[in-house]
């Protein structure tokens, strides 16, 4: 049974940070590419930032370059997003998600498995 857990949200000042982690299991997490997506009420679900395996290749959506930084342990199936910086408009629920792919991608599609989510708000 595949299983992605994101762990780490809560409620931070603008200019705070936090860091959000996601656990895997049943998957070749190896293999994987991984991806951190973001959906905020009434809005639909964006990429935010992505790892290639072995971390040779990072992608990144403009409004959080500079800000976030994603990373992997393939020692603990783990991944990891560090949040700085945060705004008002970083609010929203944080999905963890893996795909077979080698690159780093942005689209949804080619991620096959997904995380319940971890809600990150930023408000003073």
């Known amino acids: 049974q595949v299983r992605l857990v994101e762990s780490g949200g809560g409620l931070v000042q603008p200019g705070g940070s936090l860091k959000l982690s996601c656990a895997s299991s049943?998957?070749?997490?190896?293999?994987?590419?991984m991806g951190w997506f973001r959906q905020a009420p009434g809005e639909e679900r964006e990429f935010v930032a992505a790892?290639?395996?072995?971390?040779?290749?990072?992608l990144y959506t403009d409004s959080v370059k500079g800000r976030f930084t994603i990373s992997r342990d393939d020692g603990k199936d783990m991944i990891f997003l560090q949040m700085d910086s945060l705004k008002p408009e970083d609010t929203a629920a944080y999905y963890c998600?893996?795909?077979?792919?080698?690159?780093?991608?942005?689209?949804?599609?080619?991620?096959?498995?997904w995380g319940q989510g971890t809600q990150v708000s930023v408000s003073s």
């Open positions: 790892v290639s395996l072995s971390s040779y290749r990072t």
């Open positions: 049943g998957i070749n997490f190896r293999r994987s590419m």
């Open positions: 998600a893996a795909g077979s792919g080698s690159w780093p991608s942005r689209r949804p599609i080619d991620y096959n498995y």
